[in-house]
């Protein structure tokens, strides 16, 4: 069956790093953008970084950019994001997106 599952999440200190990783399953994922989205506490779900399907061509939002870097390798099915210099507003939810949504990955980052 069709399935996307995040994995990589957890509690990591302001300004370290982390790293998610989308895996895909049941679809022919390298055809699909995918992107990354985020939902903190009480708001809304807001989207981070999109990549194309060939991986050639990358957007971040301006609250990540310089910071997150969405990347994929079609060969293993899979999407990823790094993300350093985490900031606590950065903690939240995170889904992946490729034409169908991941069940998601709490990062929180706190002292």
């Known amino acids: 069956q069709v399935q996307l599952v995040e994995s990589g999440g957890g509690l990591v200190q302001p300004g370290g790093s982390l790293r998610l990783s989308c895996a895909a399953s049941g679809f022919t994922f390298s055809t699909y953008p995918a992107r990354w989205y985020r939902q903190a506490p009480g708001k809304e779900r807001e989207w981070v970084a999109t990549i194309t399907a060939s991986g050639g061509t990358t957007t971040y939002a301006d609250s990540v950019k310089g910071r997150f870097t969405i990347s994929r390798d079609n060969a293993k099915n899979t999407m990823y994001l790094q993300m350093n210099s985490l900031k606590p507003e950065d903690t939240a939810v995170y889904y992946c997106?490729?034409?169908?949504w991941g069940q998601g990955t709490q990062v929180t980052v706190s002292s």
């Open positions: 997106y490729a034409t169908f």
